[in-house]
């Protein structure tokens, strides 16, 4: 019901993102979840319950849409990166909290064995509504709402530091009305008729599916969901070692997912996303041959390596695909596409997860650790599409990357007006209109 309620939720958000803006969007996300977890906490029955998972799994496409776009428009590019990476590695410390609560209430004999983990899950919700007032909303919606003033007022604020400030911050903000006239230019009427506008839209958005599929469907759909199917297949059985080894073991993800946020944006996004689908690959290859071994030699020790490769799976995984999936996301779509591209990411999501949870249980029940080489064989061809699919996207503006696909005439049409359109806005504070090459040449790689 979570992931039925999330998939139709798809369709509303880029005209609800567009319409109430990126803060108010989380805002209606964050009622809705903490309504969500309200119902399940106090469900009387099944069909309450499941009632509730739907509310939940309708709210939280909004906010993770609205939330990593927003990150990404408040930023500066050179922070932008990081900024994205630590919102999807910031998911770890939900699951820690999830883990640790569940680990200590369900040796419980009353309903609070899950109610209690039901209603924590209203907390974060209750925060993000309660801080959301210091959030500034994105310069980016302003602009295309025709609010230019507010949008240049948040970028003086926060992006208006150093000795160049003040002229940085206006070259941003034309660059910015710019790009976005364009895109407005080039956007179809009907909201989803982008997805199939031209050839540079279409491959955007389907790089977006394939992400979304990715993420979910690299083999971390086990682990999440199943692990105690698959400490059974080697022999772990006791339930309070299989919720050390989930609790543990998302302790660790967190511990490596913050520090590989922090390196991996600094490097080529292709790179990173080879060495993770490669990495991923070998580690599925080695645990599918030690729960072999553990299944025909019926050889405790062969649970050892299998343990061992569950922990070392994290780091690759967190490479690419959590700490630069939201980074990538964001890059690859223009304004005007952004949160379109981000909902179709979320629609995959949630077909990959709908598919994991309905079909990964009756495949390891049914041929057990054979399974595995399912995965092992899609693992390649992700780094199949990996390679021949994904463009370059590290080290460039929001607004050099609106038209990468498109050629260099759209980029022309920018170019050409953006020192019109500053000399404009330099004329109304008595500037002169003019601007120093090195200026120019920090804010291309800054703005």
């Given amino acids: 019901m979570y992931s039925l309620g999330a998939l139709?939720?798809?369709?509303?958000i880029p005209s609800t993102s567009q319409f109430l803006g990126r803060r108010r969007t989380i805002l209606l996300a964050s009622f809705i979840m903490c309504l969500g977890a309200a119902l399940q906490a106090s469900a009387i029955n099944t069909s309450m319950f499941l009632?509730?998972?739907?509310?939940l799994g309708f709210g939280i496409p909004f906010a993770i849409v609205n939330a990593s776009s927003?990150?990404?428009e408040l930023s500066y590019a050179n922070e932008r990166p990081?900024?994205?990476?630590?919102f999807n590695a910031s998911w770890f410390v939900g699951a820690i909290i999830a883990a640790g609560t569940t680990y200590g209430t369900f040796q419980m004999e009353s309903t609070w064995a899950w109610r209690l983990p039901s209603l924590l899950q209203l907390v974060p919700s209750a925060f993000q509504m309660g801080f959301m007032a210091w959030c500034p909303e994105s310069p980016r919606w302003l602009v295309s709402r025709?609010?230019?003033?507010?949008?240049?007022?948040?970028?003086?604020?926060?992006h208006g530091e150093g000795k160049d400030g003040e002229e940085f911050v206006r070259l941003e903000f034309a660059l910015m009305q710019e790009t976005l006239r364009v895109e407005r230019e080039m956007a179809s009427r009907w909201v989803w008729a982008d997805v199939v506008r031209d050839a540079a839209m279409r491959r955007r958005f389907l790089i977006a599916a394939v992400v979304g599929f990715f993420t979910q469907w690299s083999g971390n759909g086990l682990l999440s969901f199943y692990m105690k199917k698959i400490l059974g297949l080697v022999g772990i059985v006791d339930n309070r070692t299989v919720q050390k080894v989930i609790l543990s073991n998302t302790c660790w993800g967190f511990i490596n997912a913050v520090p590989i946020a922090l390196l991996a944006p600094r490097f080529p996004r292709r790179t990173m996303f080879l060495t993770c689908t490669i990495g991923t690959a070998c580690v599925y290859t080695v645990w599918t041959v030690a729960s072999a071994r553990s299944a025909i030699e019926n050889s405790a020790a062969a649970s050892i390596p299998v343990l061992v490769f569950i922990y070392v799976y994290s780091p690759f995984y967190n490479i690419g695909w959590n700490a630069l999936a939201y980074t990538y996301m964001v890059e690859l779509f223009p304004y005007e596409q952004r949160s379109k591209g981000i909902a179709v990411e979320q629609l995959t999501v949630r077909f990959a997860v709908f598919f994991n949870t309905y079909v990964n249980p009756i495949a390891l029940d049914a041929i057990g650790w054979k399974y595995y080489i399912v995965y092992c064989v899609w693992i390649l061809v992700e780094i199949a599409t990996v390679y021949l699919l994904f463009p370059e996207t590290h080290n460039r503006t929001l607004e050099e990357l609106s038209f990468m696909f498109e050629g260099k005439e759209a980029q022309d049409r920018v170019t050409k007006n953006v020192d019109k359109a500053l000399e404009i806005e330099l004329a109304s504070v008595g500037a002169d209109g003019t601007m120093g090459e090195e200026t120019k040449g920090a804010v291309e790689h800054k703005a």
Avoid: C, H, N, Q
């Fill in 8 to 12: 139709m939720s798809i369709p509303f």
């Fill in 146 to 158: 025709d609010r230019g003033e507010e949008a240049l007022a948040i970028l003086k604020r926060y």
């Fill in 70 to 72: 927003l990150i990404g």
């Fill in 51 to 55: 009632a509730s998972r739907w509310v």
């Fill in 82 to 86: 990081v900024m994205t990476s630590l």
